[in-house]
């Protein structure tokens, strides 16, 4: 099924000069650009990016207690306090610094995608993925730098998102429809 969803390369992936790598290795993958373009984004839109969704909160405050938790650290915080410190981290992080949105588009896009960015913390991912590849950050650096978590790219994680996402970085007319020469191939 052919569908689309979006990639951000953030400001770490930006400042280490990855965005041509990191585009060659969608593309090399089958993954048509659709969108691109480098942004210096505002907080309205990264505010829209990460909503200050309650579900969502929860959900990334139960996934840090539980890897907490792995390693024997009890957090005295709700799931939701912890995930509006992610939030707070993500929206200081990607405010006013330079990032590149992409819009991808392929056979199981979403999937794809995130099956090759790797999991969220570096040194957790897939030595193969973008993540497990490059990235050189953990959680537990980040929190003791009360910052975000540097792991280059951030992925849409289902449809309903990818949908919602691509629109609060382009605009309907910047998403363009062709035909590269290996589609009918993939």
């Known amino acids: 099924m052919i569908e689309r969803t979006l990639v951000l390369i953030k400001p770490d992936g930006v400042q280490r000069q990855m965005v041509g790598k990191l585009l060659n290795i969608f593309e090399e993958s089958g993954l048509k650009v659709v969108g691109l373009k480098l942004v210096k984004p505002k907080k309205e839109n990264v505010e829209k990016h990460y909503a200050a969704d309650e ?15 792995e390693k024997g650290v009890k957090l005295d915080k709700t799931e939701l306090e912890i995930g509006q410190e992610v939030r707070n981290k993500l929206l200081s992080y990607l405010v006013g610094k330079p990032t590149v949105a992409i819009a991808l ?14 999991s969220t913390e570096p040194k957790k991912a897939d030595p193969g993925s973008i993540r497990g590849r490059f990235g050189t950050d953990s959680y537990a ?13 951030h992925a849409s994680e289902d449809k309903e ?26």
Request: proline share 1%; charged share 30%; hydrophobic share 40%.
């Open 105 to 118: 588009e392929g056979n199981e896009a979403i999937y794809a995608v995130r099956k090759i960015i790797g």
């Open 161 to 186: 998102n990818a949908d919602r996402e691509i629109y609060i970085w382009f605009d309907k007319d910047e998403l363009l429809d062709y035909t590269v020469a290996n589609e009918p191939y993939l």
């Open 141 to 153: 650096k980040a929190d003791s730098e009360d910052r975000a978590v540097r792991n280059l790219v």
């Open 55 to 69: 579900k969502w909160m929860v959900s990334v405050g139960t996934k840090t207690k539980a890897s907490y938790a």
